[in-house]
């Protein structure tokens, strides 16, 4: 290992790439914000967080509309948490990986014609709205994400590029994360 380099946690990694990206390119001073993408980014890392909420029966669910009807059949902060997820999935395929897209409303799926934005958007709208003083920050920032969506999904494209200009640049790697 070059001594000036050292090891950074993909949490320390998407931290610093999120409040660069936001912050000083975009000029977002919004720090709950910019840690919120910079925590679902690494959350969303696992297949599992992605895939995370399960219909009734147990199955987990990939599809946006089945994830909505889900919704439908809580109350209360497990109606909030599956609205916000919603919120992030849409979030995470529209920002990081829009090629995932054409895969994901496929003709043959039920998302076939959703808009992920609009549903996004949404989804947080209606989890902002379901909660209590408790949760008066939670419910503000994702008030925000609704109202700043197409600019999270613009920023979220940027951290990709940066991150895929980092490995382009650093050439064949060992799978770890390093900064100067």
């Known amino acids: 290992m070059h001594p000036s380099r050292r090891p950074v946690s993909l949490q320390q990694y998407f931290a610093g790439l999120t409040e660069q990206t ?8 919004d720090p709950p914000l910019v840690d919120y993408l910079a925590d679902l980014l690494v959350r969303f890392v696992r297949s599992d967080t992605i895939f995370r909420v399960r219909d ?3 199955r987990s669910l990939s599809e946006v509309a089945d994830m ?11 109606r909030r948490d599956v609205h916000r997820h919603i919120g992030d999935f849409t979030l995470f395929w529209t920002g990081v990986f829009p090629e995932a ?12 014609l959703l808009d992920y934005p609009a549903q996004g958007k949404r989804a947080y709208y209606i989890a902002s709205t379901l909660g209590d003083e408790d949760t008066a920050d939670e419910c503000a920032l994702l008030a925000r994400l609704s109202h700043e969506f197409d600019m999270c999904v613009y920023g979220l494209g940027e951290i990709r590029r940066q991150w895929e200009q ?15």
């Open 22 to 29: 936001f912050e000083t390119r975009l000029g977002v001073a």
């Open 56 to 58: 009734l029966a147990g």
């Open 68 to 78: 909505l009807a889900t919704a439908q059949d809580r109350i209360g902060i497990g």
């Open 101 to 112: 897209l054409a895969r994901l409303q496929a003709p043959d799926r039920r998302d076939h």
């Open 166 to 180: 980092k490995l382009a640049d650093d050439g064949p790697h060992d799978g770890r994360l390093w900064i100067n």
